[in-house]
């Protein structure tokens, strides 16, 4: 037993297993040798399983190690540090890991600074999606660049603001190609399709004044007068034309400004409104002799 304890102390575990059994087979029920036993197995037990992950870690510090170098030598810089990366977590002090991270970092500085360079001659030209993407790089191979962030979210507010004055200019192109065509189908008595038109104008511009105005119109066309609607243009017209004997024109013009309003296309009412203006101009000229 003693023999077995002196080589288990000198790390010879084996030895010391094979000692003890013989001391066991002397004496079986000892149990100073049974309690030895069953120390020295757990030894040799969690001796092997250091060796497996040993062995393990080292298999897997190869397997990283030969994708750097692949990724090294591809150029691809990227993933090649990625993998010096990993070396280095399962082996801090892999001496070859070490030098080729400082090699692959120094080759990616480079790259920043030619993605840098390339960065600001495209916005200084007004290239501001080559820019971006140029900066994009930048930032992809170094995530803690300021300038890489600070020119993107730069860039990306240009660009949002350009793709809105582009939209916003197609719509009032479109806008405008929409109301030639809806004043055209309305000039031709085609009501319907214009008012369709029109529709999808003030969609485009809920603004647009004159295709409002050209909508209330188109649907004036479209929809028959009432009775009451009629007997109110009576009294209109006839109020006007009181006004219009008795010279007082501004009266005249309210009241069949009053009848357009109904039926904005009463030609009619359109004359008289436009001969009341003349004779006021002509009472004007006459005044100022």
Do not use: C
């Not at 003890?20 to 120390?39: D, M, R, S, T």
């Not at 397997?63 to 990724?71: A, E, I, R």
């Not at 969609?203 to 909508?215: F, I, N, S, V």
């Not at 008795?246 to 013009?253: G, L, T």
């Amino acid at each position: 037993i003693e023999s077995a304890r002196q080589s288990r102390a000198e790390g010879r575990l084996q030895t010391a297993l094979d000692e003890v059994k013989i001391a066991l087979e002397f004496e079986p029920g000892n149990e100073q040798a049974v309690a030895l036993l069953e120390e020295i197995g757990a030894e040799i037990i969690a001796e092997q399983e250091e060796r497996t992950r040993t062995a393990g870690m080292e298999l897997l510090v190869d397997q990283h190690f030969g994708l750097g170098l692949k990724y090294y030598s591809a150029n691809e810089y990227i993933l090649a540090r990625s993998e010096w990366r990993n070396v280095l977590a399962l082996d801090p002090n892999n001496a070859r890991a070490l030098d080729y991270l400082a090699r692959t970092e120094a080759r990616l500085a480079e790259e920043i600074e030619q993605h840098t360079r390339a960065a600001v001659e495209n916005e200084a030209r007004g290239r501001l999606s080559a820019a971006l993407s140029e900066w994009n790089i930048v930032r992809m191979i170094d995530p803690e660049n300021e300038r890489a962030a600070a020119a993107i979210e730069r860039l990306g507010r240009a660009m949002e603001a350009l793709d809105r004055d582009f939209r916003d200019a197609d719509r009032r192109l479109r806008a405008i190609e929409l109301f030639e065509r809806a004043a055209a189908a309305f000039g031709t008595g085609s009501y319907g399709e214009s008012t369709e038109l029109l529709r999808r104008v003030l969609e485009l511009q809920p603004e647009h004044e004159e295709a409002m105005e050209l909508l209330r119109r188109a649907r004036r066309r479209m929809t028959p007068l009432t009775d009451e609607e009629k007997e109110q243009i009576r009294r209109l017209y006839i109020e006007g034309m009181k006004h219009f004997s008795q010279k007082d024109y501004p009266a005249a013009i309210a009241a069949w400004t009053g009848i357009l309003e109904i039926d904005p296309e009463n030609a009619s009412v359109i004359k008289n409104i436009e001969e009341a203006r003349q004779r006021m101009r002509k009472l004007g000229s006459a005044e100022d002799e």
